[in-house]
């Protein structure tokens, strides 16, 4: 049985994009569907990208709802997808007990570094690029972990490395890192999948 996804963002979508080829043409064909796009701005291109491929996509104002009806909302919304897991695909905004609560073990994150390094509140985005460049690491990577009640702080699912040059700035950091989120996220969806197959 197909596996059904809501994937929460906040801005372009990249990750988001990742998924989609991947139902369309790669290794979730078959295994899963993005039934619900869910954006905490209302300005995330990530939205545009749902639309093109005629996913259902709703944002809900963040910065303007009071946080209990926004958290309401969130789940109702989740639910009423009927969404077995929930990917949070550069979703910024911290995800509530309720739905924790509701999707114990079904929420990924997809997180731009190898946890634990770098985790933790504030760290997202050119934040933990720089972050690693600034400590002169020589590798980085890219982590997909179970979300949890804590920032970053889930166990992890899968990770990978890249290879870093002394030169390299963050945005260069930033680059690598994003094509292994692209190539790992799928990845690590299908073995949530196939891993809960085999607990049924």
Do not use: W
């Amino acid at each position: 049985m197909i596996k059904k996804l809501a994937v929460l963002i906040s801005g372009n979508g990249s990750n988001l994009q990742a998924i989609i080829n991947s139902t369309k043409y790669g290794i979730l064909k078959g295994v899963a569907e993005i039934v619900i796009v869910i954006s905490s701005n209302p300005k995330a291109f990530g939205l545009q990208r749902a639309e093109k491929e005629g996913i259902k996509n709703i944002a809900l104002d963040y910065d303007n709802m009071d946080k209990n009806d926004y958290n309401n909302k969130l789940l109702e919304l989740i639910k009423e997808a009927g969404a077995d897991l929930v990917c949070l695909a550069g979703y910024l905004k911290r995800i509530p007990e309720n739905i924790i609560k509701e999707y114990k073990s079904r929420i990924l994150n997809i997180h731009p570094a190898l946890l634990p390094k770098y985790g933790g509140k504030g760290m997202y985005g050119h934040h933990v690029h720089e972050a690693v460049v600034k400590a002169k690491e020589k590798k980085s990577g890219a982590t997909v972990h179970f979300a949890d009640e804590g920032y970053d702080t889930g166990s992890i699912i899968m990770q990978k490395e890249v290879d870093l040059d002394e030169t390299d700035n963050h945005e260069e950091v930033a680059k690598k890192v994003l094509l292994v989120e692209h190539e790992i996220f799928p990845e690590a969806i299908k073995k949530v999948v196939e891993e809960s197959k085999n607990d049924n």
